[in-house]
């Protein structure tokens, strides 16, 4: 079976407990403002140009006319670029970049199972996220069977934005839902994502009742959402399966893949400061949230 992917990433230590093997679906069905992985959005394969990579060798503007180097500049004709690849191979200092990768869910399974050692030895496993993995649920489910049959653990990083039955698919296959919630007030969470949360918090508080292991992970992006976090804890603290609660503080690192599939930056401008990180942290306390606040 293909799935279309952005990466495949090894090591990962931030994707749930222990050594992790994470991969990276393509297509989302939020539009954060905050997102550090925009080249996962979109569902169409794309073409990423990082033009401080360029070396000017003009490899791929031999191979595709959309590619020109003129008057010592790069010059990338995106419009009539079908992400046919050939540019990607042939350039060496990897200015160029490919996402969304049609690959084989038996390729993926193969990779993932390489390092089952040392995800016994830290008590990882593998994360299948996104983008937003559960958009792609047959591929999902396949994967997720198969490392749970091996003896693996399993994780889905999941925005809930999904049907409730794209979700079923999995369940059963997931040991821990690794789950986004960004606001619960919905004009809040429509501002910051561009969707209504009412699917999202539903299908939380349905994979709760299934009784799974869920992990809160809560990006804190001043100005859009930092006022959200009683909420946020109030909601939570009438949940019966959390088992962890991960505050993530905002970051704008991703500027330059915005500008490299030409898409509009969205960032925010303000990060937060470890002050209001820990404040945050000290509110599901106050709501009786007794589960570990990362």
């Known amino acids: 079976m293909l799935v279309s992917i952005t990466g495949i990433k090894k090591f990962a230590v931030h994707d749930g407990d222990g050594i992790r093997t994470t991969v990276f679906f393509k297509g989302c069905t939020l539009k954060c403002k905050w997102c550090h992985n925009p080249e996962t959005i979109s569902f169409l394969p794309q073409i990423g140009y990082y033009s401080h990579k360029c070396i000017l060798c003009g490899a791929c503007a031999d191979i595709c006319e959309n590619h020109k180097i003129i008057d010592g500049k790069h010059i990338f004709d995106r419009k009539n670029c079908t992400a046919c690849k050939k540019c990607v191979k042939v350039c060496l ?115 709760d009742e299934y009784g799974k292991s869920i992990e809160i992970r809560i990006p804190f ?59 945050a942290k000290k509110t599901f306390l106050k709501y009786g949230v007794l589960c570990p606040i990362l």
Not at 228 to 252: G, Q
């Open 221 to 279: 992006v001043p100005d859009y959402n930092d006022q959200e976090i009683e909420k946020i804890a109030y909601f939570i603290s009438n949940l019966k399966n959390i088992v962890k609660i991960r505050i993530l503080p905002y970051h704008d690192y991703a500027h330059s893949k915005y500008s490299a599939i030409d898409m509009q930056d969205t960032l925010p401008c303000k990060i937060p400061d470890f002050e209001s990180i820990e404040n």
């Open 93 to 207: 200092p990897h200015a160029l970049e490919f996402y969304g990768e049609n690959a084989d869910t038996d390729e993926i399974i193969k990779i993932l199972f390489e390092d089952k050692e040392f995800y016994e030895a830290s008590g990882g496993g593998i994360t299948i996220s996104g983008g937003e993995c559960l958009m792609q649920p047959e591929a999902c489910s396949v994967i997720l069977k198969r490392m749970k049959n091996g003896g693996i653990n399993t994780a889905v990083d999941t925005c809930g934005m999904v049907p409730f039955e794209n979700i079923e698919k999995v369940i059963d296959y997931t040991d821990v839902f690794l789950y986004d919630i960004k606001a619960i007030d919905d004009s809040v969470h429509k501002k910051c994502t561009g969707s209504s949360n009412k699917i999202i918090l539903q299908n939380l508080k349905k994979i």
